[in-house]
Structure formats: structure tokens, C-alpha cells
């Protein structure tokens, strides 16, 4: 019989098996609290080598006794723990949150670890170390972020295959994220590159005609890049010039009245010279495409899988807040000077006091201290004594 341990206890060993396999593709979610037993469906199980049955041993821990059976003085190593090749997959998957297949060198790093963390509690229990208050309070911890976190695992395999008929539906309804458009871009600088803190209006001007001349010869079919190249020559600018193909995926965000004009062109026109922060910049369209469905099927599964996690998580969050003590949370230092107040006297008409303290020398508005400070002569008046 195996005596799983509680998750607390397999922090360790999963960072071990973590650092003892860098073939993971995703980052970590949690770590599962699972009673060994057959693996966990929708989790792959670790590479292991298929030639070993499962039921065949693979891991014997000995001077451990199961659950319930007492380890005698006379034969302290008498007791053993035996892990099926089932069992100890299944206990992997427990904690295998990625579902990535784990290589033999990391499996053997988690089997050692593991038996010496069952050694430390069995000790522990004896001890009593399982009936400390603080125990029972992490436990219960424990529990709460395990089952949290095996939620969110639930709900990712849960919606991790949408059907054909979402997958159709949605590559219909969003087209337009589908779509390839290869752009190219005449850049002219409204400011020399090499000195961008000098804004010369000469320069401008010039890049005003040169942007206006390079349009019109793009809107006739000219090379784009040939005239990116006459551009910075124009200019007198002897740096390289920029790229004129832009990429295609991820395509470049552009300002909305930019990405307006794009869109209206057709293949081979040209927009107008665009005023942008980048310069003064030409657009020419050279084709647009639409990617098939077939290829873009694992984009689609991911988005709609991804969305309907996150509906499920707000549905469970969405109604739950917290309030907290301010008092507790946010204290006020304990013994601090209070600020001082002047007289309402010696206040100019109209003026509120901060309560914030004033730091050690300050002088109040007005430069003078408040003994130096006569008061007005209505003040005098009132404190004088009749």
C-alpha cells in the first residue's frame, strides 16, 4: 500500500524535477495533490520506456512501512513501498501540470527525492509533528491552492477540443485575423537620423518634396525599395536605410487613420504620404491572402479554448471580493509627532492646515517663524485684554 504524501511536501522535489528537465513549454500552474492510482485522464503520461508493464515494479523504497503497518525495532528496514509503473505515473501526473513527457534523468531525480521526502514524513508523524496547529493550518492552505489549481487544469482539459462546428464558426465570424497583407514602406525622416534633438525647418521642407515626389512615382509602379534608397540620398543622410517589406506575422500595428488607408487599398496602389511619428511615410499594398482553416485550426482551438477557461474563471471569481481593515492593513506608524497646527490667528484668510507634519527646520508659508509673526491688527484687537 502507498501512503502518498500531501502536496506541501512535494514542493521540493517538483522544483528538482523541473530544473531536471528544460524541455518544458509552458510555465508552471501549480502542483497537484493526488492519491496515487491510475493516471489522471486527459494527462499524458511521463516517458517511460513501453517495454515495462504496468504493473511491473519500478520504484521499491525500503525502511518505509505502508499505511497502518508498524516498523519493528529488530528489522527497522524490513518495511518496503512499491510503486507500480502505473502508480508512479500516475503520481507524476499528479504534478505534471504541463503535460510535457519528462525524460528518464528527471524521473529518476523525482523517484530519489520522493523517498527521501516519505523518510522525513514518517519521522515527522512520529514526532507528532501532524497534530501541530501550524501544520493543520498549512495543510489546509495546502489544500485550497491545490484544489484551486486543479480547477484551472480541470477547465483547460475540460474545453481543450472545441468541435468542428465552433472551430468553422469561428474562423467565419474573424476572418479578418486571418488575412496576410504584404506592405511595403517609403520612409522619409522629418528630422536628420543623426541629430534628432535639432528640429531644422529646412529639413522638413526638403522631406515634404522628396515624400510628395517618391508618392507619385510609387503610385506609377517604381521600385519601393529603390526609392527608399534615393530618399536618404535626397536627403544627404549616409546611413543605411530602412527595410521596405514589413512583416507579415505578426503584422505591424499602424494608427487607426493609417490602417484605414491601407485597408481601402488594392494590390499595387499606394496610400497618400502619411504624417506619423516615424516620419513621413508611403504605403504600397502588394497582396493580400487568406489563411486556410486547416492552418489556422490550432490558433483557433487555442483561442476558443482559452476563452472559454476564462469565462469559466470569471463566472467563479466574478461575485467574490474582499474587504479589508484598513486599520490592519494600511497602519498608521505608531507614535509619531503629530503635526503642529498654528493658531487660527496666524493664518493667512482663507488658508487650511495639512495635517501632514512638517519636516524638521521648516518655516511656515510667508518665511517667517510664528513667534516672529505679528499678528494682524484685528487679532491684536480681539486678544487684547479690556
Known amino acids: ?41 486527459g494527462v499524458k503520461p511521463p516517458n517511460i520506456g513501453e517495454q515495462v508493464a504496468s504493473d511491473t515494479a519500478v520504484v521499491t523504497v525500503h525502511g518505509i512501512c505502508p499505511s497502518g503497518q508498524a516498523q519493528t525495532a529488530a528489522k527497522p528496514d524490513a518495511c518496503t513501498v512499491v510503486f507500480t509503473r502505473e502508480q508512479f505515473e500516475a503520481m507524476v501526473s499528479s504534478i505534471n501540470v504541463t503535460n510535457q513527457k519528462y525524460t528518464p534523468p528527471a524521473l529518476r531525480v523525482f523517484a530519489t527525492d520522493y523517498a527521501t521526502l516519505m523518510a522525513l514524513a514518517e519521522a515527522g508523524e512520529k514526532e507528532g509533528v501532524d497534530k501541530d496547529p501550524r501544520f493543520q493550518e498549512l495543510m489546509r492552505m495546502a489544500r485550497t491552492r491545490s484544489l484551486a489549481e486543479s480547477y484551472r487544469r480541470f477547465l483547460q482539459e475540460k474545453y481543450a477540443n ?40 529646412e529639413f522638413e521642407t526638403k522631406a515634404r518634396e522628396v515624400a510628395a515626389d517618391l508618392r507619385e512615382r510609387a503610385a506609377k509602379g517604381e521600385d519601393i525599395t529603390s526609392l527608399q534608397v534615393e530618399a536618404y540620398n535626397s536627403l544627404g543622410l549616409a546611413i543605411q536605410p530602412p527595410q521596405t517589406d514589413l512583416p507579415v506575422n505578426p503584422r505591424p500595428t499602424f494608427l487607426p487613420n493609417v490602417e484605414q488607408d491601407i485597408k481601402n487599398l488594392k494590390p499595387g496602389e499606394v496610400t497618400k504620404v502619411e504624417f506619423e511619428p516615424s516620419g513621413l511615410n508611403i504605403y504600397k499594398l502588394r497582396n493580400r491572402s487568406t489563411i ?6 490550432p490558433e483557433i482551438v487555442r483561442q476558443i479554448s482559452q476563452s472559454k477557461v476564462d469565462a469559466a474563471l470569471k463566472a467563479a471569481t466574478g461575485g467574490v471580493h474582499s474587504d479589508l481593515n484598513e486599520q490592519y492593513f494600511n497602519p ?15 493664518l493667512p484668510p482663507g488658508a487650511v492646515q495639512s495635517n501632514r507634519p512638517a519636516p524638521t527646520g521648516a518655516v511656515p508659508a510667508g518665511g517667517a517663524t510664528p513667534a516672529a509673526t505679528p499678528a494682524s491688527p484685528a487679532a491684536q484687537k480681539t486678544a487684547t485684554p479690556k
Do not use: H
Open 292 to 297: 486556410s482553416l486547416d492552418v489556422a485550426r
Open 162 to 201: 472545441p468541435s468542428t462546428e465552433e472551430i468553422e464558426q469561428y474562423y467565419k465570424q474573424n476572418i479578418g485575423k486571418f488575412e496576410q497583407v504584404y506592405i511595403q514602406r517609403i520612409q522619409v525622416p522629418r528630422v536628420n537620423p543623426k541629430r534628432p534633438q535639432e528640429k531644422r525647418p
Open 1 to 41: 500500500m502507498i501512503r502518498p504524501l500531501p502536496t506541501v511536501f512535494l514542493c521540493a522535489i517538483v522544483a528538482n524535477l523541473a530544473w531536471a528537465q528544460p524541455q518544458a513549454t509552458q510555465p508552471s500552474a501549480a502542483q497537484n495533490n493526488q492519491t496515487v492510482g491510475s493516471a489522471p485522464a
Open 332 to 346: 498608521r506608524p505608531t507614535g509619531a509627532p503629530q503635526p503642529a497646527r498654528l493658531p487660527a490667528r496666524m
